[in-house]
């Protein structure tokens, strides 16, 4: 098993490349993702619930004839919903042949910033549960975790 503290951010990203992120808030906290992966981000739609998922699936939506699974990463990760429901957001990601969405409070902004701006997850937190994020990002005077999607999806 790998240890995460020598585990790279990124092995394609080089200290000084810059990185656009989709920023997003789950509960009270921000969130980010590598804009690369993003495919779309939609108003909450109709979901059909499937009998017999995990109880962080809340079902699936049609995407312009694409059948699309949708995760809640409130139910996930234990994060209480904030914010109002005209503000929830679909973020939709292509990660190789999988395409899925995540159900977020609202999409903030499109960031750009630097891969030394990432703090190693294992120089500020270390626990197995954090294998799910890639690192922090300071942004002014914001901190946002950034999750690594192949993670959460496996």
């Known amino acids: 098993m790998e240890n995460i503290e020598s585990a790279p951010i990124e092995s394609s990203y080089e ?17 980010a993702v590598d804009i690369l992966h993003v495919q779309e981000i939609n108003r909450l739609l109709n979901i059909t619930r499937v009998p017999r998922t995990e109880r962080y699936i809340e079902g699936v ?14 139910t996930k990760y234990s994060i209480q919903s904030a914010g109002d429901e005209e503000d929830k957001r679909i973020i939709v990601f292509q ?10 409070d609202e999409v903030s902004e499109v960031i ?14 270390e626990s197995a549960s954090s294998e799910h994020i890639k690192g922090v990002v300071k942004v002014d005077d914001r901190l946002m975790i950034l999750l690594d999607l192949n993670k959460i999806f496996d």
């Open 15 to 31: 200290a000084n490349q810059d990185i656009q992120i989709v920023a997003f808030k789950l509960g009270k906290e921000e969130y």
């Open 61 to 74: 939506v049609n995407l312009r004839g694409n059948i699309v699974p949708i995760i809640n990463l409130h």
């Open 95 to 104: 990660i190789d042949d999988l395409k899925v969405g995540i159900i977020v």
């Open 112 to 125: 750009n910033i630097k891969a030394k701006d990432i703090e190693e997850t294992g120089r500020v937190y």
